[in-house]
């Protein structure tokens, strides 16, 4: 009987330390999965798949944080694309500003090129400032922007958009043409439904959209993704 109690007990407090973490997120900030159930959350840089190579400091969760004005927008987004068989994944949210501070830290480390041949074989690391690649703010950290793409069910498997996630590269932009007709095609219906429900595109990045009007605006939010 002891042990049942003590199981039942174990229970309650787990349940209950989940529901505190899931719950402890500043005032006007959601778990997007809590609005889009059937949303594919791939977060990179809580992984080494990424253009450092290693996990980025503040992210230590698959969740895709954002403002409740993003999510439910974004919901709009996942529901259109229901209707044609497909859904959302996601690859980056909400970005704490630590996560920001990191990959500063690291592109002025000229001597760490682990990924480069993956994610920026043009491009010289000491150009990545420059060349807009990396900045020491992102509207990331607002809250209301979105790195994402499309998954289809029917082949288990994200759409092809002519590069990879965080390929450093004129191949990302967003109007870059030298794609085959399904690439281009592909990045026509994430961009069309993106802005029909009230987010704009960044050129240089195919996947990266901020909602209009967003709540934060140039605010740098810092706490983690746990």
């Known amino acids: 009987m002891k042990l049942k109690y003590f199981l039942i007990l174990f229970f309650v407090v787990f349940v ?13 900030f959601v778990d997007a999965s809590d609005f889009i159930p059937n949303l594919k959350v791939d977060l990179r840089y809580a992984t080494s798949n990424n253009f450092i190579g290693k996990p980025i400091d503040g992210y230590y969760s698959h969740r895709c944080i954002l403002t409740k004005e993003a999510a439910l927008a974004l919901k709009k987004v996942d529901d259109d694309l229901n209707e044609l068989g497909f859904c959302l994944q996601v690859y ?26 993956d994610f920026y ?85 195919w996947w990266h959209y901020t909602l209009r009007y967003e709540p934060y605006r140039n605010a740098h939010f810092d706490f983690n993704i746990e």
Not at 145 to 153: A, G, N, Q, R, W
């Open 16 to 28: 209950s330390f989940s529901f505190l973490q899931k719950a402890n997120l500043p005032n006007g």
């Open 92 to 117: 980056d949210s909400y970005r704490p500003q630590k996560a920001v501070n990191h990959f500063v830290k690291w592109a002025r480390n000229l001597t760490d090129t682990l990924m480069k041949q």
């Open 121 to 205: 074989p043009n491009v010289a690391k000491k150009n990545l400032f420059k060349d807009g690649y990396i900045s020491s703010k992102s509207r990331h950290s607002s809250g209301s922007t979105i790195d994402l793409t499309i998954f289809s069910d029917k082949i288990n498997s994200v759409l092809d958009m002519g590069s990879k996630y965080d390929f450093f590269g004129k191949q990302s932009n967003i109007n870059y043409s030298d794609l085959s007709d399904i690439q281009i095609s592909n990045r026509k219906l994430l961009n069309s439904v993106m802005l029909k429900n009230g987010f704009r595109p960044y050129p240089m990045e």
